[in-house]
């Protein structure tokens, strides 16, 4: 019974315990402003810079593969970043993206994003 329980375990934390099996690119940002338009799609553009200062261009245009729940907790996320003058951690799907270039034009595949300590 024990062994079958800790093989559960094992099992349960290699699954559910373990970082995304995936490659991607997380780069750090400030949000400088942020645009929701009004109409239909309801686009959401966020101006990023670099910790410079440097102006890193849009980074996220709604996609119809988001649903508004997620979309909800992204505003969420970056408005409470902007709010408090945190940084941003942005992850992008893909392997060694440059996070120095501009990010234009707006990308909608962002995988996620963090809000970084101060």
Known sequence: ??????????????????????????????V???YVSLDPNGTVYVHLMDL???????VFKNNTMVSEEILSRFHAQ???AKLSDHAIIVRFPETGADCSA?????????????????
């Open 1 to 30: 019974m024990k062994l079958k329980l800790a093989s559960a375990l094992v099992l349960f934390a290699s699954l559910f315990g373990a970082p995304p099996g995936f490659a991607v690119t997380d780069c750090l940002y400030k």
């Open 32 to 34: 400088q402003k942020v």
């Open 52 to 58: 410079q200062g440097s102006h890193k261009g849009a």
């Open 78 to 80: 970056i408005l409470s």
């Open 102 to 118: 501009n990010v234009a034009p707006a990308r909608g595949d962002i995988v996620g994003v963090w809000v970084q300590d101060p």
